[in-house]
């Protein structure tokens, strides 16, 4: 039961682009042949995607799936183990796989994704229904429908290699898509920084100027009191010059003063003086 879900999710997985219809035929009708063209499909799509180097999520794990229920348990370990070193957040799901379909290998963890020998494939013995014997007899005797079937399978590669053009063309135009995107962003993130920077600029020169501002103001504050005090100063030399002159002037009526009152005292004596003579 586990296989059998296993190779129906690719389907959802996107991992059927490189699985020829085979795949559909075992899910409609499983049988080991079925099987077995099923794990050589998903053989052939994985040494295709090795020649672009583009390994899809699910495919080793399938085809590991594949091979534990044709019997190569070793062979399909190694292949859960490539798919838990290539997709390391398969390893819940595949560890699950490897404990239901290979328990005896669990601590095998070899790992092998050079490309696949496809005439191990043909080793594997399986049974076939009296359906596929006949199939498989008829294939034989008939090269028309030998050669039919080397057509058939001539355009379904044809037609798997054109779905994998486009499903890498669409992944290009994707990774182009985010390429943009993070251009994008990254000079919307670089404007941004501008204007931050900008703005510090100008935060910075008003606050500059606001300084020169304030010492200038400091400076005229300076440079008032000092008037004021340079002309308190000159105010009070001028009192104490006039206060000088006042006093001056008082000292000099004083002397006047008494030079007159002496003046006429010594009148005032020689009139008596006088009058004591005429007496």
Avoid at 74 to 82: D, G, S, V, W, Y
Avoid at 189 to 206: D, F, G, I, V
Avoid at 237 to 258: D, I
């Amino acid at each position: 039961m586990a296989g059998c879900l296993t190779l129906a999710a690719c389907i959802n997985q996107g991992t059927m682009v490189d699985v020829p219809s085979t795949l559909m035929s075992y899910q409609h009708k499983p049988t080991e042949a079925k099987l077995l063209a099923v794990a050589k499909a998903y053989a052939e799509a994985i040494n295709r995607n090795l020649k672009d180097q583009a390994p899809y999520p699910g495919q080793y794990a399938d085809y590991g799936v594949a091979l534990a229920r044709l019997g190569c348990l070793e062979q399909a370990n190694i292949m859960f183990n490539n798919e838990k070193m290539l997709f390391p957040n398969s390893s819940p799901y595949v560890d699950q796989l490897k404990q239901a379909l290979t328990p005896n290998q669990r601590g095998d963890n070899r790992v092998d994704t050079s490309a696949i020998d496809l005439r191990t494939l043909d080793t594997i013995t399986v049974h076939y229904t009296p359906e596929e014997e006949a199939l498989r007899q008829q294939q034989a005797d008939d090269p028309a429908f030998k050669q039919m079937m080397k057509e058939q399978a001539r355009e379904e590669r044809e037609r798997q290699q054109l779905l994998n053009k486009q499903a890498r063309e669409q992944a290009r135009q994707e990774r182009e898509r985010q390429a943009q995107q993070t251009k994008q962003a990254r000079e919307q993130e670089r404007q941004e920084r501008e204007k931050a920077l900008q703005a510090q600029r100008e935060a910075e020169r008003e606050a500059q100027k606001a300084q020169r501002e304030a010492q200038r103001e400091e400076q005229k504050a300076l440079r008032e009191a000092q008037r004021e005090a340079q002309k308190a100063e000159r105010e009070a030399q001028r009192e104490a010059q006039k206060a000088e002159r006042e006093a001056l002037k008082a000292q000099r009526e004083a002397e006047r003063q008494a030079k007159a009152a002496e003046k006429a005292m010594q009148d005032s004596i020689a009139r008596a003086a006088k009058q004591l003579e005429n007496q």
